[in-house]
């Protein structure tokens, strides 16, 4: 993060401050779309710039060790849903990983959260909210080689 931020304030501002000026030069600022587009541009890279300040403020450490008979990040997990009598696979990821629709589970997530550090077999209580909950039993646990971790950095 701190490498693209360091390119985007040394060489992508430059360039998007640039166009702009050179965008001013051809005449009448309110038809031109040249300029509104290289104004767009120059305000998409600072917005990136200060998410990705942002979030190296508020970044924090998370410990990704795990045992290799318990449930860690990076895990994909199989576990049987007793209410729907069905079983499901999720991987367990960061928060910035998190991807439902494509079974990458949020360790901040309710079920994430039940999830780490149990071992295969346990009888876990996913807890939704205050007034609902219910049981899944772990029946896998794969571990995630580094290969795939970093398949995953990518998404």
């Given at each position: 993060m ?5 390119y985007?304030?040394?060489v992508?501002?430059?360039?998007a ?7 001013r030069a ?13 104004k767009?541009y120059?305000n998409?890279n600072e ?6 300040e942002k ?9 990704d060790?795990?045992?290799?008979d318990?449930v860690?990040?990076h895990?994909?997990v199989?576990?049987?849903?007793e209410?729907d009598d069905?079983?499901e696979?999720?991987r ?8 439902s629709?494509k079974?990458m589970?949020?360790?901040?997530s309710?079920?994430g959260?039940?999830?780490l550090g149990h071992?295969?077999?346990d009888?876990v209580?996913?807890?939704?909210n205050?007034?609902y909950g219910?049981?899944?039993v772990?029946r896998s646990i794969e ?11 990518k998404f």
């Amino acid at each position: 993060m701190e490498e693209e931020i360091e390119y985007r304030k040394l060489v992508v501002r430059k360039e998007a401050l640039e166009d702009v000026k050179t965008a001013r030069a051809h005449g009448d600022l309110s038809e031109n779309f040249e300029y509104k587009a290289a104004k767009q541009y120059k305000n998409q890279n600072e917005s990136r710039i200060r998410y990705l300040e942002k979030m190296i403020k508020t970044a924090e450490v998370i410990d990704d060790s795990s045992e290799d008979d318990e449930v860690g990040i990076h895990n994909t997990v199989t576990v049987y849903i007793e209410e729907d009598d069905a079983e499901e696979t999720y991987r367990i990821v960061t928060t910035a990983r998190g991807n439902s629709l494509k079974g990458m589970i949020s360790i901040e997530s309710p079920l994430g959260k039940a999830l780490l550090g149990h071992k295969v077999g346990d009888r876990v209580l996913i807890q939704v909210n205050p007034d609902y909950g219910y049981y899944v039993v772990i029946r896998s646990i794969e571990n995630t080689s580094e290969d795939e971790t970093e398949i995953l950095r990518k998404f």
